[in-house]
């Protein structure tokens, strides 16, 4: 790269505007050239388009993972990490400009928007949002606005069984990816997979599949979304938020446009939606996406390129100085600056880097990349081996590199071995093309693509065998009709295959129609799981992902999401403490059962925690002491409501100070039940039975009284426990709620004596009750009842003889 200044022009507009295209024609009309890429990928799609005009003799491609140099090289095709310097070529261009903003790679991008320059022109091509970014910090530069070839437009949601051909449906993760291809694999025939952790050889050959039209459908990650020109004609996000490295984030409007954008090539028109549990787009960002009109960015990641080398310490702090200049916000710390931490932690790496070409050294190392996506310990590991032999020796010991590929020369076992096995490989490809690394550079580079090729070629093969059904492909690129077995599960759950009701999908489990029978049930059945599998994962983590608004538990101990039936509760070590049970088929595999389980069990813990905080806060007060401590756990026991009888000696042998204590935790020492108002509400009652029915291993657990009422009836014959857990104590005909009967009992008291009281219209007031039915309450509870009447008004009173109880 160069500073000579030249023409530099800013191309910008949306995707299929064939920015990328251009480029390449200004490069071959100039003796050299350097175009940077934002992906392997793609640069290995623009080295073959220009090794295919002008031979492989005069064209390198250069990335982190692979280095072609021809000696007669003119131009150079690299990724924009791998973009060489000081090479003075005629031409430069950078690609996906916009990429300055992007929190992991940005200050790549914006560092060559600064400082890379062609001797005669350069070309910067992205988004529009970057015009005011590029006009601020490049002097003399001129602007190119491009528009889109075609029309992009909007189409809303769509189910997966009702994909168009020739549809790319992106997700973002690897997890999801998956679970679409297979579902798209029972019923459409197969997709190829696509996405940035693959190989260009394992691309290639996907896009190969789809391109040629072996599958009439691709599943991908944004990777396609970076220049990738496919014949697509509509675009289907199954989620709206992604990983971004750091957190899960919602995914912006010009972001979704890049993706999306890649519907419809040329002339030809493109369409984009949803599917999925994607959420339909709001109409601002539909808008923006079809005007291609985006909010400008108004913050460039940067990182300082003047580093110092004197010590450990200077360089990181380099590395972590800012911009004066406002446009310019300082990256976030990337692997590389983490692993020189992490590695300058070792008082032997230390020991090593004591002076500025050993620091630069480790430095050096510190940016070989992390391609399997590991801790930043692990990471360092191997990084801390290749310092210390480079460092000694200058070269990374031929014996110790050949045992480290051996490992992971094998083509055997799943897509995730293969997957892995390849992000291995891609680390020891990275240390091959490091100048000066190895002894014999070309045989350890040409060992290394050897063996990323054959785990590229496997990896391909174990893709096509999960995710491509050959035959059903094949009948529908001829038939194009609907003669291949499809399951589909509707909104209700139905499971349907050809149109024909065959069961229902409850929750996790799969109830098949009882009307078939004999080898048409088996052939249902298979058809059914086997559609149902893609669709179990999708649904698993939907509900993992599900706020707990949507979950409840029943009165008899089952637990629900929505309207289905996802699993029971059953009794742990403690009543507080339960246990959930899920209702997974086994066809749905451990991981959606575990899944479920995991997510169930989180629930039901926050529902504990949250309805009887007031006795967990108890048990957490470690200021309770003797036997104040002691009550306190057998108000946690009995959950909150003991009857006063059974604890009577207890509460006589508590002194003034326990009983303060635990009345600052809410408890009341009633007359007829010691209790906590808090969980006397329908929610804690609701739970509290459930709870209680479950310690007790009952077959059928008791309703909860409906909320609201005073009193309910007494029946005879049911536990006395059953309506303390209710919240209620028996008393002749009916059972009144605690709360209620200890005010009423503060009322007698100020009434009370030894020749009786008069029911008073406020004590019918507060328990709803005639006369008559509050003398029965009164027998029940050890009064007399006798009727009399006042001499004046005459009104029909019942007076009743006390025994002058107390509470407290």
């Not at 403690?574 to 479920?596: H, I, M, R, S, Y």
């Not at 014959?717 to 005010?743: C, N, T, V």
């Amino acid at each position: 790269m160069s500073h000579t200044q030249g023409r530099v022009v800013a191309v910008l507009g949306p995707t299929n505007t064939g920015k990328t295209h251009y480029a390449i024609e200004r490069m071959l009309g100039y003796r050299t050239g350097v175009i940077g890429l934002p992906l392997r990928l793609l640069a290995r799609e623009v080295y073959d388009r220009i090794v295919a005009a002008r031979g492989p003799s005069v064209v390198a491609l250069v990335t982190g993972e692979e280095r072609i140099v021809p000696e007669r090289t003119q131009y150079w095709v690299c990724t924009v990490e791998a973009m060489p310097e000081g090479m003075g070529c005629d031409f430069l261009a950078v690609d996906e400009i916009q990429l300055c903003a992007d929190p992991e790679r940005g200050h790549v991008f914006t560092e060559r928007l600064l400082r890379a320059r062609g001797q005669h022109e350069t070309l910067f091509m992205g988004s529009d949002t970057m015009r005011g970014a590029i006009a601020a910090l490049v002097p003399g530069v001129q602007f190119q606005r491009r528009e889109r070839f075609s029309e992009l437009t909007y189409t809303g949601s769509k189910k997966i069984s009702r994909m168009p051909a020739r549809a790319a449906i992106v997700g973002f993760s690897v997890e999801n990816v998956y679970a679409i291809a297979e579902l798209l694999r029972r019923q459409k025939g197969g997709a190829a997979v696509v996405m940035g952790a693959l190989s260009p050889r394992t691309r290639n050959a996907q896009v190969e599949m789809y391109q040629n039209g072996d599958v009439d459908y691709l599943v991908a990650t944004d990777a396609i979304g970076m220049g990738l020109n496919l014949d697509i004609d509509h675009v289907a996000f199954s989620g709206l938020r992604k990983f971004d490295g750091r957190r899960m984030r919602h995914l912006q409007p010009n972001e979704l446009a890049q993706i999306a954008g890649r519907a419809g090539r040329y002339m030809r028109a493109g369409t984009f939606g949803v599917t999925g549990e994607a959420p339909p787009l709001d109409d601002p960002v539909v808008a923006a996406i079809t005007s291609h009109s985006f909010t400008p960015i108004k913050k460039l990641k940067w990182r300082n390129p003047r580093l110092e080398f004197g010590g450990l310490d200077r360089l990181i702090a380099s590395l972590e100085t800012g911009s004066e200049d406002t446009w310019l916000l300082r990256a976030r710390e990337a692997d590389d600056l983490m692993a020189l931490k992490t590695l300058a932690e070792s008082g032997e790496v230390r020991a090593r880097a004591s002076d500025g070409p050993s620091v630069r050294l480790l430095w050096d190392v510190c940016r070989v990349p992390d391609f399997r996506g590991i801790s930043h310990q692990e990471h360092a590991s191997p990084l801390e081996r290749l310092f210390g032999f480079l460092h000694e020796s200058g070269r990374v010991p031929d014996d110790w590199l050949a045992r480290q590929i051996k490992r992971i020369d094998r083509t055997d076992g799943d897509i995730d071995a293969l997957s892995k096995r390849l992000a291995y490989i891609r680390t020891w490809t990275y240390v091959a093309q490091r100048s000066g690394w190895t002894d014999a550079e070309s045989d350890w580079r040409e060992t290394t693509r050897h063996v990323e090729d054959r785990l590229s070629d496997a990896l391909h093969e174990a893709l096509t065998l999960r995710f491509v059904d050959r035959r059903t492909s094949v009948l529908l690129r001829r038939l194009k009709q609907k003669e291949s077995l499809v399951a589909e599960v509707n909104d209700k759950g139905e499971v349907t295959v050809e149109g024909q009701f065959v069961g229902r999908l409850e929750g996790f489990r799969f109830h098949q129609d009882a009307s078939a029978a004999g080898d048409e049930a088996k052939t249902v059945n298979q058809a059914a799981v086997a559609a149902l599998g893609p669709e179990f994962h999708l649904r698993a983590d939907r509900f993992y992902n599900a706020p707990d608004t949507e979950m409840d538990f029943t009165e008899q101990g089952g637990l629900m999401w929505g309207d289905q039936a996802v699993g029971k509760l059953v009794a742990g070590d403690n009543p507080l403490k339960p246990q959930v049970v899920a209702f997974v088929d086994d066809e749905a595999g451990t991981d959606v059962g575990e899944k479920v389980q995991r997510r169930l069990q989180h629930f039901i813990d926050r529902k504990v925690a949250a309805l009887f905080e007031p006795i967990l806060n108890i048990q957490r007060d470690e200021t309770l002491t003797g036997m104040a401590r002691g009550f306190g756990f057998r108000m946690i026991e009995a959950l909150g409501l003991i009857d006063r009888r059974d604890v009577a000696n207890d509460v006589k042998e508590l002194d003034q100070d326990s009983r303060g204590a635990l009345r600052k935790h809410g408890i009341r020492f009633g007359q007829f039940t010691i209790f906590m108002p808090a969980l006397l509400k329908p929610a804690p009652t609701r739970l509290r039975l459930v709870l209680w029915s479950l310690a007790r291993n009952l077959d059928e657990f008791p309703e909860s009284p409906p909320p609201g009422l005073v009193t309910i009836p007494a029946v005879e014959g049911i536990d006395p426990a059953i309506y303390l857990m209710s919240g209620y104590k028996p008393a002749g005909d009916r059972a009144i709620r605690i709360d209620m009967l200890e005010r009423l009992a503060d009322m007698l008291r100020a009434e009370d004596s030894r020749g009786g009281f008069e029911a008073k219209p406020d004590m019918l007031s507060i328990t709803g009750m005639t006369l008559e039915q509050f003398a029965n309450l009164m027998q029940g509870l050890g009064y007399k009842a006798e009727r009399g009447e006042r001499e004046k008004t005459r009104p029909v009173d019942t007076t009743i003889p006390g025994d002058g109880r107390t509470a407290e």
